[in-house]
């Protein structure tokens, strides 16, 4: 039981075998942001262009959090086990 969630290992399997491509997709926009701030954090470059790819890698990291947050706020209030 974690968080008070009842599960016993072939339904946390299964759901983690669920969620595993949407996990793997989080790791590479994540990556992707972070590499998309390197040449501005490292001073590479020209510092208008690196200064763009930072904001498109910070604004690419904010539409991601903002669409989890909203996901979960959606299944908390909408959902039957929210």
């Given at each position: 039981?974690?968080?008070?969630?009842?599960?016993?290992?072939?339904?946390?399997?299964?759901?983690?075998?669920?969620?595993?491509?949407?996990?793997?997709?989080?790791?590479?926009q994540?990556?992707t942001g972070?590499?998309?701030?390197i040449p501005?954090?490292?001073?590479?470059?020209d510092p208008?262009?690196?200064?763009?790819?930072?904001?498109?890698?910070?604004?690419s990291?904010?539409?991601?959090?903002?669409e989890?947050s909203?996901?979960l706020?959606?299944?908390?209030?909408?959902?039957?086990?929210?």
């Open positions: 039981e974690i968080f008070g969630i009842k599960k016993d290992k072939e339904e946390a399997i299964a759901d983690m075998m669920k969620e595993w491509a949407v996990t793997q997709t989080m790791y590479l994540h990556l972070a590499i998309l701030c501005s954090i490292l001073g590479l470059g208008s262009a690196a200064s763009s790819l930072a904001c498109c890698g910070i604004l990291e904010l539409g991601w959090e903002v989890s909203v996901e706020v959606y299944k908390r209030l909408f959902t039957k086990d929210g």
